[in-house]
């Protein structure tokens, strides 16, 4: 179709609207409610414009563009529309632009410039709106200065999937609210700050401590979850002071998540270590770099000198970089040591040796949208991926079937297919159930073992819309990394891949999970669970709080406390570490280091650092090159972080090699479930790496509120506790007193206790049998 | 009110106050009648619509757009759910004629729904009645159960193969939900907020699916039109005005209530029948169609007929047939501050030239009644009138200023007067009189 706007012709597609024809054409239309991951609401009336034949302006974000169509964006009419829109917009909105935390970057604040009056007629009394109280993130306080757009409303129920905010009353008394005295606590709920075009929700966190104009922007990339969001950090006198989303379509398109979002505030917490410390006489003391370094080298070398290499375990975050990683394990191998691991939570290493190649994602992030079918295999998806899943959110919206297979847990907001909540003992079942139903439907014989498997309604619901989609995808999410039976459910998965034609692949519990296995900080001896099941002699650790990061905290404490070196390189000073500790080594967080991330899709994603180190902290690159000199040990000579990127990555490539989810793995064969309770651990959005754990804000969120114990109220009847009791929660050696909930989306038979949190972390493995009693 | 006189009724016809609505004396009457004729016959969905066409019924809510018309765009080929919605969310100020029908003939309504989904190839339909008006809620679900008792709403009506059931929903009184789009989230449970159009209801109505709405009363004329066939409904009426309608008159006559008379038949005689001035006093100014429509002075009043076309040329719209009629006792600047109030108090508050603009026309006329009016003020009215007008979403925005703009129009001396003297032209004892709640006289 072919469309003039103001004498320039554009061609569009059948269905677009005046607006896309204007974007399109580079024509800027005024506006204030539209935006375009959003529906249109054309409510706000900025962008009237002309058009021919038509006896009223015409709202460019709603008008669909007819064949020939003559729009005129600058006519008197238009402009004669747009104004008189703008006079209303400005009657009843506070004058207070210079104390206004939008100042700057206000949309209306840009547009009055070009189409306000200089005076307002209007000389009554302004509308008055009451502040409301929404939590910790967002601020309310100034809601007089809403121009009721929408895009927040909009944003909640077709971005976040759920309707925190709504528009209450009529008439001029409208105003955005939550359902009365609710917070809101959407994992996504930041976006609606950017997405306000005033000052009406603000950031809670980042109000009056800066103007936008004194902030410079520095792009970044998020180090939390597997997406890799694209940030631009905005900084002042060397100091984070916000994070903004930085638009890419294939990755995050326009949105970040809370987490990615409010962590900075952990950057400038005062738990920040700007000094190297050692252990004197018991406690830690602040000591200059060449001294820390000399003594680690030392004890370094007399460890493994006198009882050789394999005495030395080096664990390193997945939220650390690819530099990082790359150099600790080259480290760890350069000292005699094949004990190097980056996957603490993990539990089942029998796919170690057997992988085809790099586990990823099976497809790329904006192929998703494309899918037909789409399955995830235990994953607590919200809180985990909260990007990944608004993907999914978008696709069941539209004609993707979404299917989850899960361990219970919080409701997804995605329109599902189907959904089977089981136990962790039994997921492994459900899968096999789901396998047998695809091989049934496709008359082909089940794989050997899976005689005695009968699917139910859902899994065959499952693999049939599998089977039926033309592009299909499964997701294994990190309950499924973690499980106890990780190995086998990988298999099932592939198998499944393999009988219906979907890709098979990772979420991926980190920023750089993938990262990881092409760094090849992967053990040639002991892995991240044995390590400390076997304890070692010393330990050298990356980024890594054991006790909150491992599967097992009660095993890593335990083996830490008796170990005769624990070198900690890590940007906090608090934690664990002021227990078993020896050495502490400054190490800067994102923002002050160069690196790379590698995302769940293998998307090469490298950043530099955005701010000076803070004290005496260095890159963790520089420190671990730095100790490879030290020790002499050979290929340790770089001088930038991407020298050593590209020892691991060819230059220039966008994207990793290698990637492949295919694993060749014997029979399966069902196991008995264990008698007593499960454990099922989620671990909590804002527990789930050390940065989030210090963002101030974040942590008076509900999400980050202390773990329970949560189970259904038949095992409660069982236990014979009340909702809100204190219960004693046993595995092995370790106990912890939490209060009970019912919480009807546990599976039977099973208890939700979070990891990664203090008050659980005397506690054993993720999903092992736990004992629960009254207290 | 009651329905009080009538010129060749037919709505009203053989109606006895409350003791005729139920489905027996609607039956007497001739009632369903025309559904049967229709169902036995099997007519083609054509054929009703052309019938209808034929007839010039135009809506009856206040656009006065053709029916016959509006159901031709309906896609009868569309394979899913369609409905037809009934809009009786009677809301206008001057307006209480869809309450009398419902009340006194409610299956006149429940016929023509039942026509029009088998013309339309509807299975469901839905009345959505004003909150306010609880006790027609209540006997309109009677007048329902009795229909489908006696097989006129159902599956297989009269055996015919035709599926139809319908709906009672009540609103809460919401002006704002007489917006057929707003009235269409409203029953979908949601806040009742106008739509923005295109997509019309035809294609994409409740819950999505091809919508068609009409008035109450539209929907109770049409088994009188395929009983009497639609020429000579159109002859019971004037040419492009098809039959009668029902008159809601108030205001400062002697017998406020409502009236059916043919479109076409004079003011004058209109007056006559409501008794005429209270008082004998002098008309001022009459609204001719509901308080959204345009004020026209006494003299050009009583030079109209009461149809379409007729208080079109005279500057206003017939609307919903709501007669308002005002004395020489009125001051007009006051009359438009409880006019301009109800908008201000009715704005849905989605889109911004309605939401800011009724509110401060509001405040300024208010200041104006006051004496706090500024000689700037009438000029910024109009100003602010054409910025709201045309520009928003529905029609409630246009609604809130045609008002504003025929008062000062036709009343200029008196806003005028107004703002100068800071008092009315009218003496408030005089005024006092006119209101009937005081003992004065003039």
Redesign the interface.
């Known amino acids: 179709m072919e469309i003039e706007i103001d004498g320039k012709i554009a061609q569009v597609p059948d269905g677009s609207t005046i607006m896309d024809a204007a974007q399109q054409l580079g024509a800027y239309i005024p506006h204030f409610c539209y935006h375009k991951k959003l529906s ?7 962008c ?1 414009v002309q058009v021919e034949k038509a ?3 015409l ?1 460019a974000c ?1 008008t ?1 563009v007819t064949n020939g169509m003559k729009v005129f964006t600058h006519s008197e009419l238009a402009i004669k ?1 747009q104004k ?2 703008m ?3 400005l ?2 909105h506070p004058l207070d632009c210079p104390i206004c935390d939008q100042g700057g970057e206000c949309q209306l604040q840009d547009l009055a410039v070009g189409y306000g009056g200089s005076s307002s ?4 009394g302004k509308r008055v709106v009451f502040h409301k109280d929404v939590g910790p993130l967002i601020s309310m306080q100034e809601m007089a200065r809403c ?2 757009c929408t895009r927040c409303v909009r944003f909640g129920q077709e971005i976040a999937g759920v309707m925190e905010l ?2 209450a ?6 105003e955005i609210m939550t359902f009365v005295g609710r917070s809101i606590d959407s994992e996504l709920s930041g976006n609606m700050i950017d997405l306000c075009p005033v000052g009406a929700l603000t950031s809670k966190p980042f109000r009056y401590s800066a103007r936008s104009w004194e902030l410079s922007r520095r792009k970044s990339v998020s180090p939390h979850d597997s997406v890799g969001a694209n940030l631009t950090v905005q900084i002042k006198n060397n100091v984070v002071m916000r994070v903004l989303p930085r638009e890419n379509e294939d990755v995050n398109e326009c949105w970040i998540s809370d987490k990615d979002r409010f962590s900075y505030e952990a950057l400038n917490s005062p738990a920040r270590l700007t000094r190297p410390m050692i252990r004197v006489d018991g406690a830690l003391r602040e000591v200059a770099w060449n001294v820390a370094l000399d003594y680690v080298t030392h004890a370094l070398k007399d460890i493994t000198g006198g009882k050789g290499g394999e005495s030395l375990a080096a664990l390193a975050s997945p939220h650390a970089t690819l530099e990082e990683l790359h150099l600790l394990q080259k480290l760890t191998r350069g000292l005699g040591s094949g004990s190097v691991d980056f996957r603490l939570r993990r539990r089942d290493f029998s796919t170690d040796g057997k992988r085809v190649g790099t586990p990823w994602l099976g497809r790329r992030f904006s192929e998703i949208k494309d899918l037909d079918a789409a399955l995830v295999i235990g994953s607590f998806l919200r809180k985990d991926h909260p990007l990944f899943a608004q993907r999914l959110r978008q696709l069941g919206k539209q004609w993707g079937k979404v299917s989850l297979l899960s361990l219970g847990g919080d409701d997804p907001l995605i329109n599902l297919h189907a959904q089977v909540a089981v136990s962790p003992a039994e997921l492994p079942l459900a899968l096999a159930a789901v396998v047998k139903a695809a091989a049934q439907l496709k008359n082909e014989p089940p794989p050997a073992g899976f005689e005695a498997v009968e699917p139910c309604a859902s899994s065959q619901a499952i693999a049939r819309s599998l089977l039926d989609g033309e592009q299909s995808a499964i997701f294994l999410g990190n309950a499924a990394e973690q499980h106890p039976q990780a190995g086998q459910l990988h298999a099932l998965a592939a198998e499944l891949a393999k009988l219906t034609g979907a890709t098979c692949g990772f979420i991926g519990e980190a920023a750089n999970s993938v990262g990881g296995y092409v760094a090849k900080a992967l053990p040639g001896a002991l892995n991240a669970y044995e390590m400390f099941a076997q304890p070692r002699q010393a330990y050298v650790l990356l980024g890594v709080e054991p006790e909150l990061d491992c599967h097992n905290p009660q095993q890593a404490l335990a083996a830490l406390k008796a170990a005769a070196l624990v070198v900690m390189l890590t940007p906090f000073s608090d934690g664990g570490a002021v227990d078993y500790a020896d050495v502490l080594l400054p190490i800067t967080p994102f923002t002050e280091t160069s690196g790379t991330l590698v995302n769940a899709e293998g998307r090469v994603q490298s950043f530099n650092g955005v701010v000076r180190p803070l004290g005496d902290a260095r890159p963790g690159w520089k420190v671990l090159r730095v100790l490879g000199n030290l020790l002499a040990l050979p290929g340790f000579e770089q001088d930038s972080s991407e020298q050593v990127r590209d020892e691991v990555i060819a230059a220039g490539e966008g994207f990793v090699s290698g990637l492949d989810n295919g694993v060749s793995a014997g029979p399966w064969s069902p196991s008995a479930a264990p008698a007593g309770l499960q454990r099922v651990a989620d671990v909590p959005i804002y527990a789930a790496d050390l940065l989030v754990r210090r963002a101030a804000a974040l942590q008076k969120t509900h999400d980050a509120a202390a773990p329970s114990a949560r189970m259904s109220a038949a095992t409660m009847a069982k236990l014979a506790v009340s909702d809100g009791a204190p219960v004693r929660v046993r595995q092995g050696e370790g106990e912890a007193l939490l209060p009970a909930r019912a919480d009807e989306t546990v599976p039977p038979g099973c208890v939700r206790v979070a990891a990664a949190h203090l008050s659980t972390a005397a506690l054993g493995d993720m999903f092992g049998a736990i004992n629960v009693e009254r207290a | 009110m009651a329905i009080l006189g009538a010129i060749n009724p037919m709505l009203s016809l053989g109606l006895d106050g409350d003791k005729a609505w139920r489905l027996a004396d609607y039956v007497k009457r001739g009632g369903y009648s025309a559904l049967r004729r229709i169902l036995e016959e099997k007519q083609p969905q054509g054929s009703v619509i052309n019938e209808v066409k034929k007839s010039v019924l135009r809506g009856r809510g206040g656009a006065g757009f053709p029916t016959g018309l509006k159901w031709s765009f309906m896609p009868r080929s569309f394979p899913g759910d369609k409905y037809v919605v009934c809009n009786s969310d009677e809301g206008e100020p001057g307006t209480f004629k869809d309450r009398d029908i419902l009340r006194y003939n409610p299956h006149s309504v429940i016929e023509g729904m039942a026509i029009a989904a088998y013309a339309m190839g509807a299975a469901c339909g839905y009345n959505y009645i004003h909150g306010e008006v609880w006790e027609i809620y209540e006997r309109f679900e009677e007048a329902l159960d009795e229909a489908r008792a006696a097989g006129f709403l159902g599956s297989d009506l009269l055996g015919s193969g035709f599926n139809f059931e319908l709906f009672a929903h009540h609103g809460y009184g ?1 002006y ?1 939900c007489g917006e057929e789009t707003a009235l269409l989230e409203s029953i979908e449970g949601k ?1 009742g907020q106008p739509r ?1 159009k ?1 997509p019309f209801p035809a294609s994409f109505g409740l819950y999505g699916k091809p919508t068609t709405i009409n008035n109450t009363e539209t929907f109770a004329s049409i088994p009188y039109i395929i009983n009497l066939g639609g020429e000579t409904y159109l002859e019971a009426g004037k040419a492009n005005n098809g039959g009668t309608k029902l008159f809601s008159i108030s205001g400062h006559v002697e017998r406020p209530g409502n009236y059916e008379i043919p479109l076409g038949t004079p003011f004058a005689t209109l007056l006559e029948m409501a008794g005429g001035m209270r008082g004998g006093r002098q008309l001022k100014a009459c609204i001719p169609g509901g308080s959204s429509a345009p004020v026209v002075p006494a003299e050009a009043m009583m030079a109209c007929t009461m149809d379409y076309d007729s208080i079109s040329k005279a500057g206003s719209m017939l609307g919903s047939g709501a007669v308002i009629v005002m004395d020489e006792t009125t001051c007009m600047v006051r009359a438009l501050e409880r006019l301009s109030f109800f908008y ?10 309605c ?6 026309l509001y ?2 006329v208010h ?1 104006i009644e006051n004496g706090q009016g ?1 000689a700037d003020d009438l000029e ?1 009215l109009a ?1 602010v009138t ?2 709201i007008m ?4 529905c029609a409630l925005g246009d609604a809130a200023s045609m008002p504003v703009q025929s008062f000062i129009k036709h009343f200029h001396d008196e806003f005028a007067y107004h703002i100068e003297h800071k008092k009315c032209l009218v003496p408030v004892d005089v005024q006092r009189a006119g209101s009937g709640f005081f003992t004065a006289r003039v």
């Open positions: 249109i609401a054309a409510n706000c009336r900025m009237l006896p009223k302006p709202p709603a669909p529309a008189g829109v006079e209303f917009l009657i009843n007629r209007f000389q009554e121009i009721h709504g528009m009353n009529r008439t001029m008394h409208a | 919401a704002i806040k923005f295109p201000y108090e009715e704005s849905c508050g989605q889109c911004t030239p939401r800011e603009g009724t509110g401060w405040q300024v200041r500024r910024l100003c054409t910025n045309g520009r928003t979403i």
